[in-house]
């Protein structure tokens, strides 16, 4: 019999008007200035058994996902992926996967290949649940944190494997149509999502660290 899928923890910090990054994002962007959200992040991190990012995340913030010995990004075709990036940095040690669909053509697989280890799981884009159950079978994960961004967000919420999400509310407005949000995609349909459960709720300055829980019937 399988192992479950693992546990996942989605962690983010939206503005007030829930936006994750400026409409005109030309440097890596912290939304918070807080000290209390980076700590919050990496305590995460450190007793999950991966961090999971989307493409678009890894080329614009180019993050090391420290400390996580198992570091995943997912991508369709990994045009966005340099194998530069600092996360395939064998001097961080632990494991970096690339989860990627079958239309990646050989030319980056073969780039990619010396500085992870490549995972094919859709033929067109990435299947969240393939996804979990390889990290559940052959890497014995139980606990999983995902960072987005939008979009994949939506294909784990499209999957209901959203199990808490963790929020940093920043007092900060951005604005902006083209802004990234914390889901995209698609959309779904009012009830289609159960309602989180508020978990818990605590105040570090004009910062929210909020905790939602759900339960997927």
Same mark, same amino acid.
């Given at each position: 019999?399988?192992?479950? #899928?693992?546990?996942?923890? !989605?962690?983010?910090?939206?503005? =007030? ?14 939304? /918070? #200035? @807080? ?5 919050? +992040? @990496? ?10 990012? $989307? *493409? ?20 369709? /075709? ?7 990036? &600092? ?5 961080? %040690? $632990?494991?970096?996967?690339?989860? @990627?669909?079958? /239309? +990646? ?7 990619? &290949? ?8 859709g033929p ?7 996804? =979990?159950?390889?990290? *559940?079978?052959?890497?014995? !994960?139980?606990?999983?944190? !995902?960072?987005?961004? $939008?979009?994949?967000? *939506? ?20 604005? $902006? ?7 995209? %995609? &698609?959309?779904?349909?009012?009830d289609a999502?159960?309602? %989180? ?21």
């Open positions: 019999m399988p192992p479950p #899928r693992p546990r996942v923890l !989605c962690n983010l910090a939206p503005s =007030l008007d829930g936006k994750i990054a400026p409409a005109r994002k030309r440097a890596p962007f912290v939304m /918070s #200035r @807080h000290p209390e959200d980076p700590a919050r +992040m @990496h305590a995460l991190r450190a007793n999950a058994d991966a961090v999971i990012i $989307g *493409a678009s995340n890894l080329r614009a913030d180019n993050p090391d996902l420290l400390p996580s010995r198992l570091r995943v990004v997912v991508t369709r /075709s990994g045009a966005q992926i340099s194998p530069a990036a &600092r996360m395939f940095d064998p001097a961080l %040690g $632990g494991e970096a996967v690339v989860m @990627h669909a079958s /239309s +990646m053509p050989e030319s980056k697989r073969a780039a990619l &290949r010396a500085r992870a280890t490549l995972v094919e799981a067109d884009a990435v299947d969240v649940v393939r996804l =979990l159950a390889w990290l *559940a079978t052959e890497r014995a !994960c139980r606990v999983v944190v !995902c960072e987005g961004g $939008g979009v994949l967000l *939506a294909a784990f919420f499209e999957a209901r494997a959203v199990d808490t999400a963790y929020l940093t509310l920043v007092p900060r407005v951005l604005g $902006g149509a083209d802004a990234p949000t914390m889901v995209e %995609g &698609r959309g779904f349909e009012p999502i159960p309602d %989180g459960r508020l978990a818990s709720v605590e105040q570090v300055g004009d910062e929210l660290f909020l905790r939602y829980d759900f339960a997927w019937t």
